[in-house]
Every structure is written in structure tokens, then in C-alpha cells.
């Protein structure tokens, strides 16, 4: 147990917590083309607050069509982008003299970059959406189980893409977002499809218009959280008595700064957050052997 009380409500992150993550879709194509690994997240989060192409997908601001595949493709081919990965790649590799590798500057103290990598920017794309459609292992069952405690005001903020009727996916089949559960015996086998089923409030940011790490996200999110504990009798919520779970560092730096407790979940370490959670909520949440 921790020092500290139990939260009065959890706010979970989706894609790499309570699903894969599509990040492991980035890395999956990044080993497969011979990408510098972290690059493609490195552009993504360089993109412009309020005109990258990520950033407004998102937002729900654009709608998924070809010309944002294009838009997004851009995106991850910015020059600029590309040379500051380089540069800060080849410092964290430094000699221990702390002098730069001659691969990072060139003659006349020039930047010496190689091309940008070719990106398929479409076909990365819907191998991250497919991927992030699984329940994850050790998370989705924790959340079944606080589900069922009723014992903590339950809540998603999560960065979303909002699909359009009849999407087709690189490979031309029609797009569904649904979970994909495991058939028998896995216990899971008929739970519903809608992940936003497991929560008392669903904040996506393709429809609600704010996207993590903006404050404003943060806020509303508690006070839909509270407004739900206060319909429950349970009285108002304050951001400290919030935890919130995501995998992305900076969206955590935010939310911590916004006044929640927050969790860290890593790639491929869902277990180990589950046993965080364990300790915060006071509640066995892991089963002995994983049934998904």
C-alpha cells in the first residue's frame, strides 16, 4: 500500500493501457523498414500544436481521408524534424570526451544528414489501428475488476481518430474499431465490443475537440469525474484525488502539473502498472494465470 490515500477516481489512457498499444505498430514498422528507432514518435510530437497533421486528427479537426494521409505523410518526411532527431541521436551517442560523432557535422561545421527515411505513412497508419483493437492482457481484466468493485469513479481521456461511415484500411477492407476479443474460453469472449463501455465517462478528443497534454483536457475530465461522483452521492472530486494512467510521458508531465496523481504504463509492461494499481487502490487485480 501506499503512503497516501486511494484515489476516489482512475482515469485511464486507452491505446497502451487498457489496449496494445499502436505505439508497438510504430516500432513494428520501424524495425521492418530499417527506421531509426523513436524517429516516427519523434515527428509525430514535433508536429504543430494546432496545424500538424497529427495533432489536428486528433482534434477532430480534419477528417480521415487521403489528403490527410498526404498531410501526415509530410509530416513524418519534415526535414527539420529529421535533422534535430539526428543531432540529438548523435549526442546521446557522444564519445565520453563529449565530442560530437563526425556523422552529426560535416564540413565547415555544417550538419551532415543523411536522407529522410520513406515513410507509408497509410500503411503504418491502419497497422497501428488494427493492432490497438486488442484488449491488453493484464490491464483489461484490472479494469473488469474495478468495474465491478464500484468502488472508484471510472473515466477515459483518451487522443482519438474519429472513423468515417464505410473507412476502408490499406489493404481495401472495411475499417471496424471494436474491440477484438480472444474467442472461448477466454472469459472476455462476449463483452462488448465498445471500450468505452467500461467507464462512467469517455472523453475522446476527436469529438470533444481537446486533446492530452492540453490543461483543458485535464479539467474537464475531473469535472466530469466529479459531476458522476456527486450524482453517486460521493460528494465533489478534486484533481489530487484523481489517478491517471497513460503511457506517454509528456501527457503524464501535464496531467501532474494540472494537480492528478498520475501512472506510468511502459511499452510492454502493462503488468507492472497493473501491480502499481494494485497498491494504490488497495485491490487484487491481477489473476494468477492471464485468461486472455
Not at 497534454?213 to 484525488?241: D, F, M, N, Q
Request: charged share 25%; with cysteine.
Amino acid at each position: 500500500m501506499t503512503s497516501l490515500p486511494p484515489p476516489k477516481a482512475l482515469l485511464f489512457d486507452i491505446g497502451g493501457v487498457c489496449v496494445v498499444s499502436p505505439f508497438q505498430g510504430i516500432l513494428d514498422y520501424e524495425r521492418a523498414h530499417n527506421i531509426p528507432i523513436g524517429y516516427i514518435n519523434f515527428a509525430i510530437q514535433r508536429g504543430h500544436p494546432t496545424t500538424g497533421a497529427w495533432q489536428l486528427i486528433e482534434r477532430g479537426e480534419v477528417e480521415l481521408n487521403d489528403a490527410w494521409f498526404a498531410a501526415f505523410n509530410s509530416q513524418l518526411s519534415n526535414p527539420t524534424s529529421w535533422a534535430e532527431f539526428c543531432k540529438r541521436e548523435a549526442l546521446k551517442n557522444s564519445k565520453d570526451d563529449g565530442t560530437v560523432p563526425k556523422v552529426a557535422v560535416g564540413e565547415e561545421g555544417k550538419e551532415d544528414v543523411p536522407p529522410v527515411p520513406e515513410i507509408d505513412a497509410k500503411k503504418m497508419f491502419w497497422q497501428m489501428m488494427r493492432m490497438s483493437r486488442t484488449p491488453d492482457t493484464f490491464m483489461y481484466p484490472a479494469l473488469k475488476k474495478l468495474q465491478a468493485s464500484d468502488r472508484f469513479v471510472l473515466g477515459a481521456l483518451s487522443n482519438t481518430v474519429a472513423y468515417p461511415t464505410g473507412i476502408r484500411d490499406d489493404t481495401g477492407e472495411l475499417f471496424t474499431k471494436g474491440l477484438v476479443h480472444a474467442p472461448p474460453p477466454n472469459p472476455y469472449a462476449n463483452d462488448s465490443t465498445d471500450i468505452s463501455d467500461c467507464f462512467e465517462i469517455f472523453i475522446s478528443s476527436a469529438h470533444s475537440g481537446v486533446r492530452k497534454p492540453e490543461p483543458v483536457a485535464y479539467e474537464l475530465a475531473v469535472r466530469e469525474l466529479s459531476r458522476v461522483s456527486e450524482g453517486k452521492g460521493r460528494g465533489k472530486i478534486k484533481p489530487a484525488e484523481v489517478l491517471f494512467i497513460d503511457d506517454i510521458g509528456i501527457n503524464l508531465k501535464w496531467a501532474k502539473k494540472s494537480g492528478l496523481r498520475t501512472l506510468k504504463v511502459d511499452l510492454g509492461k502493462t503488468k507492472v502498472a497493473v501491480e502499481e494499481l494494485e497498491r494504490q487502490t488497495g485491490l487484487k487485480l491481477l489473476d494468477e494465470k492471464p485468461r486472455l
